[in-house]
């Protein structure tokens, strides 16, 4: 049978994609085609998943009727002219952080809805939150096929494109921040005497229970806080050199320069 979706890039984010959407079985493979740049890494992905590797642009977009742009962002600026045409009434579904719906859609200009996403690099392994909105409002069935094609990465919210440099800021590079704050633990276990390996693997399985014990109780990370808090105790201590370093301020100022990085980079 003709395939339905084609990918443009067929990178970590869209064999991500690409896989969760074979693992659920919401597409079968031969429902799936690709291309690449050099065609190798397209050329891979269909050998070890079964989907099509297509190089020929208009073999590629002719049958499938929903186009994922998944190719790096800087590549925009230099896309085939002809996917203007080839791209006329299908839905486009942008992987590309930073690039807005109004550029998007300057290159797709008469597909039927233009849809821009934001995932993280949890997403690689189905455990990623991606924001997503549209140039017009969704069609039903063009809804309910973004959400199954973004569950395929985790979880998934619709959001204005207004708030998109904040998801960026804090969805988008977070997994940065969240991999720096680790990292500073376990070096602060090595500080205090634990050899390299334990405090590495402490700090991994310490940030990974409590991220868990987060999600499954539903409370706010003030209140679990508090639940390891006794006065006076070792926790408190630690506590007490986080609030006079103004932790949180830091936090939020770190937040705010990716927020405001993330605008101007949406800007070229």
């Given at each position: 049978?003709?395939?339905?979706?084609?990918?443009?890039?067929?990178?970590?984010?869209?064999?991500?994609?690409?896989?969760?959407?074979?693992?659920?079985?919401?597409?079968?493979?031969?429902?799936?085609?690709?291309?690449?740049?050099?065609?190798?890494?397209?050329?891979?992905?269909?050998?070890?998943?079964?989907?099509?590797?297509?190089?020929?642009?208009?073999?590629?977009?002719?049958?499938?009727?929903?186009?994922?742009?998944?190719?790096?962002?800087?590549?925009?600026?230099?896309?085939?002219?002809?996917?203007?045409?080839?791209?006329?009434?299908?839905?486009?579904?942008?992987?590309?952080?930073?690039?807005?719906?109004?550029?998007?859609?300057?290159?797709?200009?008469?597909?039927?809805?233009?849809?821009?996403?934001?995932?993280?690099?949890?997403?690689?392994?189905?455990?990623?939150?991606?924001?997503?909105?549209?140039?017009?409002?969704?069609?039903?069935?063009?809804?309910?096929?973004?959400?199954?094609?973004?569950?395929?990465?985790?979880?998934?919210l619709a959001l204005e494109e207004k708030h998109f440099?904040?998801?960026?800021?804090?969805?988008?590079?977070?997994?940065?921040?969240?991999?720096?704050?680790?990292?500073?633990?376990?070096?602060?276990?090595?500080?205090?005497?634990?050899?390299?390996?334990?405090?590495?693997?402490?700090?991994?399985?310490?940030?990974?229970?409590?991220?868990?014990?987060l999600a499954h109780t539903g409370a706010t990370p003030?209140?679990?806080?508090?639940?390891?808090?006794?006065?006076?105790?070792?926790?408190?201590?630690?506590?007490?050199?986080?609030?006079?370093?103004?932790?949180?301020?830091?936090?939020?100022?770190?937040?705010?320069?990716?927020?405001?990085?993330?605008?101007?980079?949406?800007?070229?």
């Amino acid at each position: 049978m003709a395939h339905s979706l084609a990918f443009l890039g067929s990178g970590r984010l869209g064999s991500a994609i690409i896989r969760g959407l074979l693992a659920q079985k919401i597409y079968a493979p031969a429902a799936i085609a690709c291309t690449s740049k050099s065609g190798a890494t397209a050329a891979k992905l269909a050998a070890d998943t079964g989907i099509v590797s297509e190089p020929d642009l208009a073999r590629l977009l002719g049958p499938a009727d929903i186009v994922v742009v998944a190719f790096k962002p800087q590549s925009l600026a230099s896309a085939d002219p002809r996917l203007a045409e080839l791209t006329a009434g299908k839905l486009v579904i942008s992987l590309l952080a930073g690039k807005r719906l109004a550029r998007l859609a300057q290159v797709f200009p008469r597909a039927r809805n233009v849809v821009r996403t934001m995932p993280n690099t949890p997403a690689a392994i189905g455990a990623g939150i991606t924001a997503y909105c549209s140039a017009a409002p969704l069609a039903e069935a063009d809804r309910s096929a973004v959400e199954r094609m973004l569950g395929a990465l985790g979880e998934f919210l619709a959001l204005e494109e207004k708030h998109f440099d904040a998801v960026t800021a804090v969805g988008g590079s977070g997994p940065g921040f969240v991999f720096e704050f680790i990292g500073a633990l376990r070096d602060g276990g090595v500080a205090a005497g634990l050899p390299a390996d334990i405090a590495q693997r402490l700090a991994v399985q310490t940030a990974l229970g409590s991220m868990k014990l987060l999600a499954h109780t539903g409370a706010t990370p003030e209140a679990l806080r508090d639940q390891v808090v006794s006065p006076n105790g070792t926790t408190y201590a630690g506590l007490q050199v986080l609030a006079h370093a103004k932790f949180r301020d830091l936090i939020r100022d770190t937040i705010l320069a990716a927020s405001k990085r993330a605008d101007e980079l949406s800007r070229d």
